[in-house]
């Protein structure tokens, strides 16, 4: 956020004045803070990102009734907010935000949830620091936690949310214009995931992760998918009693060329599955 190459984070802090606090990485992970930026509500939907076209790093936050983009100065500041306005319920710490390329333009496009909305909400990066007019993904129910991701590999980004009081996850598939069409819920044992993508299972095909987040949170759970539109629950995996597991991430931890799992648990434990695909 002040362009010294560094990694910095903002934070969204719940108070009797809600705002966004900035930490300014010094590199040896170390950070120091710098001035708040007031919030009219306690936010969920933030993301950090280049909207205008300066190469410098931007602010978009949703709250209230708009989303709104606060031009980076460069300096770990922010100017004046740009605000484009939805038709989804008020925002608060319940919406989320995904970032990626939508319409294949090249730029960072914002995908929004409200959790209390059947509608996944995408507004198209136009460069100019303003979001352009969102367009809706409609499911059947609420949906929450979006994630965007090619899920079958048609070069289009999908996206992937969360059902409200279900045990299900909504898929939404990308017409490469920045519209979202409804596809399957498919089912998961958990009202409430954090998911992620990767090829688990070396068929070059995109599978679907997802951490039961409610209760004590002791499983995760893999969905193959067939490189087209059908994802089939294929194993679940237990983590260990009152896991409280709460992030998952994917990544090659030992080098074998095939994607392992980590789950994070809100213990402060971090469990390692290792990939044993033949």
């Known amino acids: 956020m002040n362009g ?152 289009k980004l999908d996206a992937i949310a969360s059902v409200v009081n279900t045990q299900e996850l909504q898929l939404f598939w990308g017409e490469g214009n920045g519209s979202l069409r409804a596809g399957a819920r498919i089912p998961s044992f958990s009202g409430r995931e954090t998911v992620t993508t990767a090829d688990i299972n070396g068929d070059g095909t995109i599978d679907i992760i997802s951490v039961d987040s409610v209760n004590e949170a002791e499983r995760f759970e893999v969905h193959a998918g067939d490189g087209g539109e059908v994802f089939v629950r294929s194993d679940s995996y237990p983590i260990e009693p009152l896991a409280l597991a709460r992030t998952v991430y994917v990544g090659d931890f030992n080098s074998d060329g095939k994607p392992d799992v980590v789950i994070a648990q809100r213990t402060g434990k971090l469990s390692l599955f290792q990939n044993v695909t033949p």
């Open 4 to 155: 010294d190459g560094k990694t910095d984070i903002a934070i969204s802090k719940s108070a009797a004045q809600p705002s966004i606090e900035f930490a300014l990485g010094k590199g040896d992970a170390t950070f120091t803070l710098g001035s708040p930026l007031p919030a009219p509500t306690t936010v969920g939907a933030l993301a950090l990102l280049d909207a205008n076209g300066d190469n410098k790093v931007d602010l978009v936050m949703g709250s209230g009734k708009e989303v709104s983009v606060y031009p980076g100065l460069g300096d770990g500041s922010f100017g004046p907010a740009k605000s484009t306005p939805h038709e989804l319920q008020l925002l608060d710490v319940s919406s989320e935000f995904a970032v990626g390329d939508m319409n294949g333009d090249g730029l960072s496009d914002i995908v929004l949830s409200s959790g209390k909305d059947s509608r996944l909400t995408v507004f198209l990066n136009q460069g100019n620091g303003v979001l352009a007019s969102p367009m809706y993904g409609i499911s059947v129910k609420s949906v929450y936690s979006p994630l965007v991701a090619d899920l079958n590999q048609d070069g």
